[in-house]
């Protein structure tokens, strides 16, 4: 919804003022230059990426629309999993197995909707668990595994918003194509008289204008929204490394979850006395 209101905000801001200073719309609605420019971006971006890529960024512009931060609740729901999970581990590493073979199964899992919902970390609870269960690394190598495991999902995240940035940077220059292939057309009106070539060379500053429009009210700040989800979902993962890092060194569950909890954004860190009470119930209900 953000996206949507900074979008409206700039439309409004950019083209208000030019009309209060007296300028009319019906001078920027050059469809002709939106196609030169806008075509020229999107085969520039077909151009350089796979499909893989495209319908990444798809998605991730999709996202952006409807991404609403993760909340403290989602957090200490997140903390509540990891202190069931490394309980059950504690006392009995085997028994923990069929939860992590299959999550959506899980008892444990099906108690926390919010986190089952995410894909990439149930895979990274999942996975790191069951190699650790299979074949016990010592912390430093876990840690290891763990930092290339976020690193590798990081860079592959970070492709999408990078391309709409190129493409973004692109835009002031396509813009200038279009203003170019304007005077070009201005130059044959010559002996059409003064408003003629007026109208004309007008027409092809609109280009230069929404090139540089498009750029830096909307593509910019649309990656700049990308990364910063990124980001976030980011930081709920390395939450997850924080707990996990801390059973291989042997912790009980509440000091896991503790350094789990130190590791959240101060913004959405669910208290100490919340995290103490919600995993105390969680004892009494088990």
């Known amino acids: 919804m953000l996206v949507i209101l900074g979008a409206v905000i700039v439309f409004v801001s950019v083209f208000g003022g030019f009309m209060a200073e007296g300028g009319h719309?019906?001078?920027?609605?050059?469809?002709?230059?939106?196609?030169?420019?806008?075509?020229?971006?999107?085969?520039?971006?077909?151009?350089?990426s796979p499909i893989s890529l495209i319908k990444m960024i798809?998605?991730?512009?999709?996202?952006?629309?409807?991404?609403?931060?993760?909340?403290?609740?989602?957090?200490?729901?997140?903390?509540?999993?990891?202190?069931?999970?490394?309980?059950?581990?504690?006392?009995?590493?085997?028994?923990?197995?069929?939860?992590?073979?299959?999550?959506?199964?899980?008892?444990?899992?099906?108690?926390y909707p919010h986190v089952l919902h995410n894909h990439h970390a149930i895979d990274f609870i999942a996975d790191t668990l069951k190699t650790q269960i299979s074949s016990p690394m010592n912390a430093y190598d876990l840690e290891d595994m763990m930092n290339q495991d976020i690193a590798a999902a990081h860079a592959e995240e970070l492709r999408a918003p990078a391309v709409v940035t190129r493409v973004g940077d692109a835009m002031p220059g396509l813009g200038i194509v279009a203003a170019v292939l304007g005077v070009v057309i201005t130059m044959g009106k010559l002996t059409q008289g003064k408003e003629v070539i007026g109208h004309s060379v007008a027409a092809a500053l609109v280009g230069t204008f929404l090139g540089i429009l498009a750029?830096?009210?909307?593509?910019?700040?649309?990656?700049?929204?990308m990364e910063g989800i990124i980001a976030e979902e980011g930081a709920f993962i390395e939450v997850i490394k924080a707990a996990i890092l801390a059973y291989a060194k042997e912790c009980s569950p509440k000091v896991c979850v503790e350094f789990a909890r130190r590791t959240i954004p101060?913004?959405?860190?669910?208290?100490?006395?919340?995290?103490?009470?919600?995993?105390?119930?969680?004892?009494?209900?088990g």
């Open 266 to 285: 101060p913004g959405s860190r669910p208290s100490y006395k919340a995290v103490d009470e919600a995993t105390s119930n969680l004892k009494k209900a």
């Open 58 to 111: 798809i998605s991730q512009v999709l996202n952006t629309l409807k991404f609403k931060g993760i909340s403290q609740k989602e957090y200490l729901d997140l903390l509540c999993l990891l202190f069931e999970l490394i309980k059950t581990a504690k006392g009995n590493p085997l028994s923990l197995e069929p939860h992590v073979e299959n999550p959506e199964s899980s008892e444990i899992f099906k108690k």
């Open 25 to 48: 719309m019906e001078v920027l609605l050059q469809p002709i230059e939106l196609l030169i420019i806008g075509g020229a971006g999107l085969g520039g971006l077909i151009t350089s």
């Open 215 to 225: 750029s830096y009210g909307f593509m910019q700040p649309l990656s700049a929204k």
